[in-house]
């Protein structure tokens, strides 16, 4: 299962592939209750066709309806919906109001480096940070994996748009709690990859998830597979069994990595004895003791696996989106 930002980007590609115009638009920015988050896409073909959605309906009716009177042809564009934009006739039902950038790319070579580039960035094959100048073409850079992408920016004439892989959450052994922070993960959009190495635990996993392709099984213990491959910053690693011999080794080779988030589960008091140890056999310094969140998750008073996993799920978001 794709996210919808991959899908937008893929399905903007096949239209160009096939010779057609699109638009792609990104929310900029928002005001009061708007319905889409900032960096949120959609993309219309010049058939009217589209995939994404910038709000329940409103603002897409509006913007066909504008498109086949002849508007929106140059390069790019800041149009405002809601309260205080150009298009008083349409209101959002929420009350408030929002800043689209509306991309013309034809069907020419630019335009398909540019989507191809935006397409390898969400799958996790490079990052990119994008720029646009309004009424001219966007252009690009590429980034390093292990690069902090900065947050989308808008300052008129210029947009910053950062577009980075689809974050990760790295699953340190297979549990129960584990099972739960897989599927709100892949609700709310992350690839999952699970690291596990115990046989009857293997098992019970690729019967749970077997033929997903937003969760990738690796049969090896999670503190060797980032030993050999490292995680760049859009990963979240999170030690979920309660068996030091797999919890500690990944925090271990944890505190070496990008991740932007770290965490491992337990009780306060196990919590303080697991990171003297940590200190006193494998090393680690303040700094890396002070990457790993332990007791991992937010303090909701959670004690089902599911309750725990919402708050582990709920933190990483914080996090991820830098609150």
């Given at each position: 299962?794709?996210t919808?930002?991959?899908?937008v980007?893929?399905t903007?590609?096949?239209w160009?592939?096939?010779?057609?115009?699109?638009?792609?638009c990104?929310?900029?920015?928002?005001?009061?209750?708007?319905?889409?988050?900032?960096?949120t896409?959609?993309?219309?073909?010049?058939?009217?066709?589209g995939?994404?959605?910038?709000?329940?309906?409103c603002?897409?009716?509006?913007?066909?309806?504008?498109?086949?009177?002849?508007?929106?042809?140059?390069?790019?564009?800041?149009?405002?919906?809601?309260?205080g934009?150009?298009?008083?006739?349409?209101?959002l039902?929420?009350?408030?109001?929002?800043?689209?950038?509306v991309?013309?790319?034809?069907?020419?070579n630019?335009?398909?480096q540019?989507?191809?580039?935006?397409h390898?960035?969400?799958?996790?094959?490079t990052?990119?940070?994008?720029?646009?100048?309004?009424s001219?073409?966007?252009?690009?850079?590429t980034?390093?994996?292990?690069?902090?992408?900065?947050?989308?920016r808008?300052?008129?004439?210029?947009?910053?748009?950062?577009?980075?892989?689809v974050?990760?959450l790295?699953?340190?052994?297979?549990?129960?709690?584990?099972?739960?922070?897989?599927?709100?993960?892949?609700?709310?959009?992350?690839?999952?990859?699970?690291?596990?190495?115990?046989?009857?635990?293997?098992s019970?996993?690729?019967?749970?998830?077997?033929?997903?392709?937003t969760?990738?099984?690796?049969p090896?213990?999670?503190?060797?597979?980032?030993?050999?491959?490292g995680?760049?910053?859009?990963?979240a690693?999170?030690?979920?069994?309660?068996d030091?011999r797999?919890?500690?080794?990944?925090?271990?080779?944890?505190?070496?990595?990008?991740?932007?988030?770290?965490?491992?589960?337990?009780?306060?008091k196990?919590?303080?004895?697991?990171?003297?140890?940590?200190?006193?056999?494998?090393?680690l310094d303040?700094?890396?003791?002070?990457r790993?969140?332990?007791?991992v998750g937010?303090?909701i008073?959670?004690?089902t696996?599911?309750?725990?996993?919402?708050?582990v799920m709920?933190?990483?978001?914080?996090?991820?989106?830098?609150?």
């Open positions: 299962m794709m919808l930002d991959q899908r980007i893929e903007a590609l096949g160009h592939h096939a010779g057609r115009a699109v638009w792609l990104t929310v900029l920015q928002t005001w009061g209750s708007s319905p889409r988050a900032p960096g896409m959609m993309v219309i073909s010049d058939r009217g066709e995939c994404g959605s910038l709000s329940g309906g603002i897409e009716e509006d913007f066909l309806a504008r498109l086949a009177e002849g508007h929106y042809r140059i390069h790019s564009q800041v149009v405002r919906y809601g309260e934009g150009r298009q008083t006739q349409v209101q039902p929420c009350g408030g109001s929002l800043d689209v950038l991309e013309y790319l034809v069907a020419d630019d335009s398909g540019m989507l191809q580039a935006m390898q960035a969400l799958r996790g094959k990052r990119l940070l994008k720029t646009v100048t309004v001219k073409r966007a252009t690009w850079q980034m390093t994996m292990t690069a902090a992408l900065p947050v989308l808008y300052q008129h004439p210029e947009v910053v748009l950062p577009v980075g892989a974050p990760e790295l699953v340190a052994g297979y549990s129960t709690v584990a099972f739960e922070c897989i599927r709100l993960a892949q609700i709310l959009g992350f690839h999952v990859r699970v690291c596990e190495h115990r046989s009857e635990m293997l019970e996993l690729e019967g749970h998830f077997t033929g997903q392709d969760i990738t099984i690796v090896q213990h999670p503190a060797r597979w980032l030993e050999l491959n995680a760049h910053a859009a990963v690693i999170v030690s979920l069994t309660h030091p797999i919890d500690e080794l990944t925090m271990m080779e944890a505190v070496n990595t990008h991740a932007f988030y770290i965490g491992i589960m337990g009780s306060a196990n919590t303080a004895r697991r990171k003297s140890r940590l200190q006193t056999i494998a090393g303040n700094d890396e003791l002070a790993i969140i332990a007791p937010l303090a008073g959670s004690k696996p599911a309750e725990i996993a919402l708050s709920a933190d990483i978001v914080r996090v991820k989106n830098h609150c």
